[in-house]
């Protein structure tokens, strides 16, 4: 089975500009999170969805957005880019809403670099 | 709110040595706590968990206690070896939807 998938790999863009990164959890899974992971630090929360619906939102500005489509796939949204956007989105799915047993898989990640 | 400090690093060891990352929380409630290991060109992966106190985790030689009198959750490895080099991150959750992540702790291992 495949695992948590990832869109695009890597992706440069300038200050001011809007990026788009998408996730597809594994099969059967039906709660996403996104998580962003600066160069040196760990991982930090910014949104969960379960069912389509938001459950879980970190300390993150208005510029990021999130949804969650009927097949559980997700799309992270930043917009007007600015330059400490740049780090390693992660997407992380699990079964259900997060039961403290709930295992969470990662997907490896994609690189985004503002220049 | 609720935190995560380790062990800065890098750590260097050798191999067989006896390996210990440490790792204390802050949290209001009664988290589940959890050490997750990103090996080179990986996505992050949970390495083991306790979900109460006094709980051991354990996984592929690693080792580590929930200890809420202390509020730790220190990593161990009796003998490691090259292929244990990564960067290990202890975190926990808060919340049904939330983990909070440390900072990180990178480990190399000499042969």
């Known amino acids: 089975d495949a695992g948590v998938t990832q869109s695009p790999t890597h992706l440069i863009k300038t200050r001011g500009q809007q990026v788009t990164l998408r996730c597809s959890p594994i099969s059967g899974h039906k709660s996403v999170s996104w998580y962003q992971q600066v160069l040196g630090q760990g991982p930090q929360f910014i949104f969960q969805?379960?069912?389509?619906?938001?459950?879980g939102r970190g300390n993150f500005p208005d510029r990021f957005s999130a949804r969650q489509f009927p097949n559980y796939s997700s799309e992270l949204n930043v917009n007007a880019l600015l330059l400490g956007d740049s780090a390693l989105y992660l997407c992380?799915?699990?079964?259900?809403?997060?039961?403290?047993?709930?295992?969470?898989?990662f997907g490896s990640g994609t690189q985004l670099s503002v220049l | 709110g609720d935190s995560v400090t380790q062990m800065e690093g890098p750590v260097t060891l050798s191999e067989e040595a006896f390996l210990t990352i440490n790792c204390t929380y802050t949290?209001?409630?009664?988290?589940?706590l959890f050490w997750y290991v990103q090996y080179p060109g990986e996505g992050l992966q949970l390495l083991l968990k306790a979900t109460k106190a006094d709980d051991k985790g354990s996984n592929k030689g690693f080792e580590a206690t929930y200890r809420k009198e202390t509020t730790s959750f220190h990593l161990e490895k009796g003998s490691v070896q090259v292929s244990d080099s990564a960067v290990y991150f202890c975190?926990?959750?808060?919340?049904?939807?939330?983990?909070?992540f440390g900072s990180g702790t990178r480990l190399s291992i000499r042969p």
């Open positions: 949290a209001t409630g009664y988290p589940s």
């Open positions: 992380a799915s699990r079964k259900g809403q997060g039961a403290s047993n709930e295992k969470l898989f």
């Open positions: 969805y379960y069912e389509k619906e938001e459950r």
């Open positions: 975190a926990l959750s808060e919340g049904a939807s939330k983990i909070i």
